[in-house]
């Protein structure tokens, strides 16, 4: 009878308090509220979407042209967006990368250089991890930024072709060309001639991200501009 009682208060407290802050721990109300206003304020925004020759874009000079690059949050050890970009990593909370998505989408929204989008693409996981891990935050990430802009998510157009071998033995350009072998175009088609926003987690050396962005641009696509969540600085 006791158990039964507290299965019913949990459920109907579930319903009038949804989930608690993702930073503190503290009540929220609301269902597509994850941090409460404090936790908020305490994620260290970058201000680069609005701003040229930002970091993130210096990164790619010389490496791949693209149009424009950014990342909304710096990324610190030991930070609230660290454990947040955890927990939708290797925790399944596919619901924060949506959040964490719309945080970018409102940033990039105001920007003119980020326009203009015509499709929002995901960088792509190895399908064999994606099939480990259930989903690709990258895309949920991009779910949520493509809420905010509405431009459609294009998942299924590129994918990652192989493992990637050991970088450690290779000079830069090897690296580079290792990464490159490491993207299949899928859908062409789909992809010729759009404004693409390439879109992933956390950016560190952006390795990844360039390969990525040389091959949209061999299809070619019309303009590649990137946006993450985070930015590492290295
Ligand atoms: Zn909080």
Avoid at 94 to 110: C, D, F, H, P, R
Avoid at 147 to 172: D, E, F, G, M, Y
Avoid at 214 to 228: E, F, K, Q, W, Y
């Amino acid at each position: 009878m006791m158990q039964s009682i507290q299965n019913y208060w949990h459920s109907f407290s579930r319903l009038f308090f949804p989930h608690l802050c993702e930073g503190c721990g503290t009540d929220i109300l609301s269902d597509d509220v994850l941090l409460c206003p404090h936790c908020f304020l305490q994620l260290p925004t970058t201000g680069f979407f609005s701003a040229p020759d930002n970091p993130v874009e210096q990164s790619f000079y010389g490496r791949v042209p693209v149009a424009a690059a950014a990342a909304a949050f710096y990324f610190t050890k030991h930070s609230l967006l660290q454990h947040l970009l955890f927990q939708l990593k290797y925790k399944g909370h596919q619901k924060l990368g949506i959040w964490l998505g719309e945080q970018v989408g409102s940033q990039l929204a105001t920007s003119n250089r980020f326009q203009p989008i015509d499709i929002i693409v995901p960088l792509p996981l190895h399908p064999k991890k994606e099939k480990l891990r259930g989903y690709n935050q990258a895309a949920c990430i991009g779910q949520g930024i493509s809420s905010i802009v509405h431009k459609p998510l294009v998942t299924n157009a590129i994918t990652r072709a192989k493992h990637t071998q050991t970088q450690t033995q290779k000079n830069r350009s090897e690296r580079w060309q290792n990464m490159e072998d490491a993207f299949t175009v899928l859908l062409p088609e789909v992809l010729q001639h759009q404004h693409v926003l390439l879109v992933d987690d956390v950016i560190t050396t952006g390795a990844t991200l360039e390969a990525c962005s040389a091959v949209l641009l061999s299809v070619p696509v019309a303009s590649v501009r990137i946006a993450t969540v985070a930015y590492t600085i290295l």
